[in-house]
């Protein structure tokens, strides 16, 4: 009796003119925006419910028979949605057959460590901090990478999440980039590469990405390292210090940092560290398999964003004291 009372009102309420008016006609909402959570498996009438217990002003059994009547209902989908002062029934349901989710955004920046990335995800919008106050080893576990250190292990890129979502689901995806990524770089390396794993692959190019933001040095500063490593010669390069140092480094790299020594210490140990230390992006990543051809063993910052690159102690010294030191 109930259904066809609200069937009637809804024939009696869309007569005519009437229709078009109450289809386009905003909705009344109890606040400027709305979030609507619509659970998988969600019936049609709890969805118009769902509407009402939001905030929205509106006859649940009107908006039912809308759905029903309009031939979409088993369209709509679940999500997290966000009602304004513009939706009407007809957007409504336009938005949730569509799946127009309301989205926000975390963006993880190149060149990061595991420490900045939790960071950002504890101040991303409504993202739920399920993380929070847990040891990167327990983290790892939950991602099912046991023993695996997190660092360098997520890819940095813009992420898109729904209202709900979790930090821990966040950092899947983008570990699942990740190893896409990377195994995509490594199936490219150059024969005869000096590295040994897709894992030597992902530290050299986190040297890399911290060595320079300059997409045209990346090979060449790769070309080195690769040619360090090749003829056993210590990388001897500062990022991979600071990392070590970790929050006992305060901004000043001193000559006694270089001699203390520490597992990322590539002056007082020889080969690649350990783990990465921070998040290479696509370019590194490529640079790293796929080093310039050069017989440079040296390079030093010239001041303006890139590199001089030298083969020999001596040209390499003469760098320093043109670019560093002015002489």
Do not use: C
Request: charged share 20%; hydrophobic share 40%; aromatic share 8%.
């Amino acid at each position: 009796m109930r259904r066809l009372l609200s069937l009637i009102l809804l024939v009696l309420t869309l007569s005519g003119g009437t229709a078009a008016w109450w289809l386009n006609q905003p909705l009344t909402l109890s606040a400027e925006t709305l979030d609507l959570s619509i659970e998988p498996g969600t019936s049609v009438r709890g969805v118009a419910q769902a509407v009402n217990d939001a905030g929205a002003k509106v006859d649940p059994g009107l908006l039912y028979w809308w759905f029903r009547l309009s031939g979409k209902d088993r369209q709509i989908k679940a999500g997290s949605y966000e009602l304004d002062a513009e939706t009407t029934p007809r957007s409504l349901l336009r938005q949730l057959v569509r799946g127009e989710e309301s989205l926000r955004v975390v963006t993880l920046v190149e060149g990061w460590n595991f420490t900045q990335v939790r960071a950002a995800l504890l101040k991303a919008e409504l993202l739920k901090p399920t993380t929070q106050g847990l040891v990167p080893d327990l983290i790892m576990n939950m991602l099912d990478k046991p023993g695996v250190a997190p660092e360098g292990r997520f890819f940095p890129d813009t992420y898109l999440y729904a209202k709900g979502s979790t930090d821990l689901a966040v950092l899947k995806r983008a570990m699942r980039a990740m190893d896409k990524r990377l195994d995509a770089a490594w199936a490219q390396r150059q024969p005869g590469t000096v590295l040994k794993s897709p894992d030597e692959a992902l530290i050299l190019a986190s040297i890399i990405e911290k060595e320079t933001g300059r997409a045209s040095d990346r090979p060449m500063i790769s070309g080195v390292f690769n040619n360090r490593l090749r003829i056993g010669m210590l990388l001897q390069t500062d990022p991979t210090v600071i990392y070590g140092l970790g929050e006992a480094f305060d901004g000043n790299l001193r000559r006694s940092h270089l001699k203390t020594d520490t597992p990322w210490n590539t002056y007082t140990r020889g080969g690649l560290p350990p783990t990465p230390i921070a998040m290479p992006g696509k370019a590194a990543l490529m640079a790293a398999v796929q080093p310039a051809k050069t017989q440079a063993l040296y390079f030093v910052a010239r001041g303006d964003g890139t590199s001089q690159f030298s083969a020999n102690l001596d040209d390499h010294n003469r760098a320093v004291n043109k670019f560093q030191r002015g002489q």
